[in-house]
Structure formats: C-alpha cells, structure tokens
C-alpha cells in the first residue's frame, strides 16, 4: 500500500499503529547516525535520506517476506 504523505511524520501517521513503534524507532536511529550531508525526505511515496548522489528509503507496507 502506498501512503498520501508529504512529509516523514504524516506517513508515519498512516501506517498500522502494529508498525508505528518499530518505523518510529528505526526513524530515530537512522537520524541520530546519519552522516554529514544528508536529509531526511520523501521519495517515491516513503520516508528516505538524501545527499547529492544516494537514496536509502524505507516503507512500512507488509510485503511476502517473513511474518
């Protein structure tokens, strides 16, 4: 499923509230740990961070992976 977010904290809002603390916290860590140059933003409908030249996003639909 993908989110009508325009920002990091409107996706989060509307993910299944199962999901929300483990993204929440994920959110956190990768900001406290990010490297000089980088942002966190919206790509491609999910939270990610941005420099000049690299994307790394993540999403919190449920896909065929492990349950």
Request: with cysteine; net charge positive.
């Amino acid at each position: 499923m993908k989110y009508a977010a325009d920002t990091p904290d409107a996706y989060l809002e509307q993910v299944p509230d199962e999901r929300k603390p483990a993204l929440r916290k994920l959110r956190s860590t990768i900001n406290k740990n990010l490297p000089k140059g980088f942002a966190e933003a919206m790509s491609h409908g999910m939270i990610g961070w941005v420099d000049r030249s690299c994307l790394t996003s993540f999403g919190g639909i449920r896909g065929s992976g492990p349950r």
